[in-house]
């Protein structure tokens, strides 16, 4: 098992270019995550997704759009990219909490440096 | 924001002594999440402790939850250098559905041979 995957590993983008990151999970988890991680701080969550067909806005959507393509793929898309936008990205994924039951951790994937110029 | 904060931000200590961090949240918590993250790589979970414990080990590890207080604290005993790492608390305040976590900014743990 790969766990989860991401592409590329490393981007960087001039302003106003778009991009979208691809993140993969073999895990057959229902709930998928994208995070962005600044210098000297923790994991801000930009979107995530309880279950296919279905996105949710996290803390700090401005400027993304995501796209659960299947049970496996969930892509975060920036249409114009900004300097603000210069972070690494980590997708991650966990089983769907069902009320009442376990709690579950979540799996992150090896990031995506990204740099905006 | 509901972010929570830990301390110490950096922390160094030689090989073989404990290293203690804590983590203090704002508002009523599931569970309580342990991770780790070495130097340019992604976030490895370490350890759940639930709002209905107090503690929890696994390994050298040792969690406590103090809820009343807001904050919980990972042991790492007989440290190595192996350890070295950022370690990072994260809440889940959901009930059900997705698995939203809010992660604090982070204690950077230092092991010197």
């Known amino acids: 098992n790969a766990g989860v995957t991401q592409t590329p590993k490393f981007q960087v983008l001039k302003t106003g270019q778009s991009m979208t990151l691809q993140c993969a999970q073999d895990?057959?988890?229902?709930?998928m995550y994208w995070y962005r991680q600044d210098p000297g701080m923790g994991l801000r969550l930009i979107y995530y997704?309880?279950?296919?067909?279905?996105?949710d806005k996290g803390e700090v959507p401005n400027g993304y759009n995501v796209s659960r393509l299947n049970k496996r793929e969930f892509s975060l898309r920036l249409e114009s990219a900004a300097p603000s936008q210069t972070s690494v990205y980590f997708c991650?994924?966990?089983?769907?909490?069902?009320?009442?039951?376990?709690?579950?951790?979540?799996?992150f994937g090896p990031g995506t440096r990204l740099t905006v110029t | 924001s509901q972010q929570g904060e830990e301390d110490p931000q950096a922390l160094s200590i030689q090989e073989g002594e404990n290293a203690t961090m804590n983590c203090s949240y704002k508002t009523s918590i599931n569970n309580l999440q342990w991770y780790r993250q070495n130097s340019g790589r992604g976030l490895v979970h370490l350890i759940l402790i639930r709002s209905n414990e107090r503690e929890k080990h696994s390994g050298r590890l040792r969690v406590t939850l103090d809820t009343s207080k807001k904050s919980s604290s990972l042991l790492i005993t007989a440290s190595r250098a192996a350890d070295t790492a950022s370690y990072f608390c994260?809440?889940?305040?959901?009930?059900?559905?997705?698995?939203?976590?809010?992660f604090g900014q982070g204690t950077r743990l230092t092991i010197n041979p």
């Open positions: 997704s309880a279950s296919e067909g279905t996105t």
């Open positions: 991650a994924s966990s089983a769907v909490k069902v009320r009442g039951l376990a709690f579950y951790e979540q799996y």
């Open positions: 994260a809440t889940d305040h959901s009930i059900q559905g997705a698995q939203k976590l809010v």
């Open positions: 895990m057959n988890h229902n709930s």
